[in-house]
């Protein structure tokens, strides 16, 4: 027969499953510190020693990290996701801001037709909030303000759709767009009539999600990330015809 004795689990093992969890879903992000050693014990319910255990295997297998003297932390585990080299590579060359633009309209589109398909209210509360906190922060034209509430936005669909290969994935690639790697966000919030459409984007996005209306949410991604890529096409060359104009007009004043 193919029965085997049951055997009891051990604390520091429910407790590994635990934070495993909480990362794989990414409740737990990276670089997220957990609490002190005594308040994580009591909220778990386990002796200190146990919850040592749990995190010492947890600091072997790479999923978290000690700080000295500041405690411990989530690693940072979407930093492997690319590597310098060609992380470099990306930055260097332009066609890869439009190759990486296709590839998030492609699972972002996806992501919100999930969403409204298989998100909980809960879920679609949280991107509603933080669409409401766009709209609070329009009057503000603080650009740095609008581009981190822009990356809230767009990854609480993708929490929405209920993937945790899609949702790692798409950390990285934000990842690498809040370092500047493909472009720079905050350019795209410095036109005034720029600012006011993608604003009104993002309310179309919403609005489709919050009706759960999947063909209605993948077809507002898909708009929005075409006008981004139609903007930074233009804003490409916008900046080469100033560079021609430089020239001619460095000549002129050189003659």
Known sequence: MPFRPVQPEKLSSAVIRQIEQLILRGILR??????PERDLADRLGVSRPSLREAIGHLQDEGLLATRPGAGVFVADVLGSAFAPALTQLFARHD???FDYLSFRRDMEGLAAER???LASDTDLAVVNTVFEKMEAAHP???SDEEAQLDAQFHMAIIEASHNVIMLHMMRSMYQLLRDGVFYNRQ???KQRTT???LLDQHRSINAALQARD???ARAAVHTHLDYVERALRDQQKAER???VARQRLDHETQA
């Open 30 to 35: 990276p670089g997220e510190r957990l609490p």
């Open 95 to 97: 066609e890869a801001v």
């Open 115 to 117: 969403a409204a398909r």
């Open 140 to 142: 503000k034209r603080n």
């Open 187 to 189: 350019v795209m919030f």
């Open 195 to 197: 600012r006011q459409a």
């Open 214 to 216: 999947p063909d209605g």
């Open 241 to 243: 015809n100033e560079d």
